[in-house]
């Protein structure tokens, strides 16, 4: 990619863009030694960071990380998506890791000084998203298992491409027998890093196989509908929907909570439960939701051998309409009576 003037348009093919890393020009950082205050955060230039061997996150994967996206409206506003609900999942999350606690209002500052120090990389309306991911962990050194004594807050961004190029493609997903995600009393229901790469072998092997990723079942019966890789999982049954219950093993998805909302405002019941795998092989529409793709319609899944097969592979059309209904107050299209999109 060419180098162009800070602050012209970067030459990259917004349209050939997909879910990747890119770096881009800036990004924020605080420290803070434990048991004290935060120091003030700066923006300095995209770098790499300097860490000692014995930081906390390395050795002892003591971290956490939020994911969310900055859209460009058609009449040119910059528009977030509930990102005090990410403030608050990061509290909650280094609570549970003993990590020092970044208040909404700095958490908030940082994200938007991030999204205005890059806004050369927010593509064009329609054409994709600037992703913006906060990290909260242990940087200082030790050495015993115990939570660090420095923590650092860090938030950088990366242009992502549209998630459904040329429409919606429902995916084709499998149950796990061999595998759990979360466990009761565990950290399944904080975005903890530790969380994510016992995932990816599993998820790698699915793949292999042509599936788009892994659904999880409970660890205690391994019969309840847990997570699909990380992506909340919703089915519709006679026009109602079935999310499973937030029991401390399931992430509280930001989109899992608005699909929930935007649902019941259209009409919906929706019941938070406990989703039994053999209820949702036999729901009537099934899909996933998180900030990546918003909300993902599933096709099949597969189970013990038995396939369940979803609006014949067609897009249902509940899932339709959550996911029209809920990009358009994200992209501005729409008035939002919820209040859910600050500018920028
Ligand atoms: C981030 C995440 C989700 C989705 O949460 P959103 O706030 O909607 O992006 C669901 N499950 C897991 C495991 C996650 O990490």
């Given at each position: 990619m060419e180098e162009t003037d800070?602050?012209?348009?970067?030459?990259?093919d917004w349209d050939s863009m997909t879910f990747s890393f890119t770096e881009t020009d800036r990004m924020y950082i605080a420290k803070c030694k434990q048991g004290e205050d935060w120091q003030a955060g700066i923006m300095q230039d995209f770098q790499e960071l300097r860490l000692s061997p014995a930081a906390g996150v390395i050795n002892y994967g003591q971290g956490l990380f939020e994911g969310m996206k900055a859209r460009r409206a058609e009449d040119g506003r910059v528009l977030l998506f509930r990102p005090e609900l990410n403030a608050r999942r990061a509290q909650g999350g280094s609570r549970r890791l003993g990590m020092a606690v970044v208040s909404e209002e700095m958490f908030l500052d940082a994200v938007h000084q991030v999204v205005q120090e890059n806004i050369?990389?927010?593509?064009?309306?329609?054409?994709?998203e600037l992703y913006i991911r906060p990290l909260i962990f242990g940087s200082g050194a030790i050495?015993?298992?115990?939570?660090?004594p420095e923590y650092t807050f860090l938030v950088y961004a990366v242009p992502v491409g549209l998630y459904f190029k040329g429409g919606m493609n429902p995916i084709a997903l499998k149950v796990s027998?061999?595998?759990?995600?979360a466990a009761p009393?565990?950290?399944?229901?904080?975005?903890?890093?530790?969380?994510y790469a016992p995932g990816m072998m599993p998820s790698k092997n699915a793949k292999a196989e042509g599936y788009a990723e892994i659904i999880y079942l409970d660890a205690v019966h391994h019969r309840y509908v847990e997570e699909v890789g990380a992506a909340n999982f919703f089915c519709v049954k006679d026009n109602v929907l079935y999310t499973p219950e937030?029991?401390?093993?399931?992430l509280p998805g930001i989109t899992r909570l608005s699909t929930i909302e935007l649902a019941r405002s259209l009409g919906y019941q929706v019941l938070e439960t406990k989703v039994d795998i053999e209820f949702a092989m036999g729901a009537d529409e099934a899909f996933c939701a998180g900030t990546a793709a918003v909300i993902s319609p599933i096709g099949s899944i597969e189970h013990g051998g038995n396939v369940a097969t979803y609006c014949d592979g067609e897009v249902g059309a509940v899932t339709k309409q959550l996911y029209d209904a809920l990009t358009a107050i994200q992209e501005g299209r729409a008035p939002d009576p919820f209040g859910w999109t600050p500018s920028v």
């Open positions: 800070s602050g012209a348009e970067p030459a990259i050369r990389w927010l593509p064009p309306n329609g054409r994709g050495l015993g298992v115990a939570p660090a027998n061999e595998f759990h995600r009393g565990g950290s399944g229901g904080v975005k903890a890093i530790g969380n937030l029991t401390g093993t399931i």
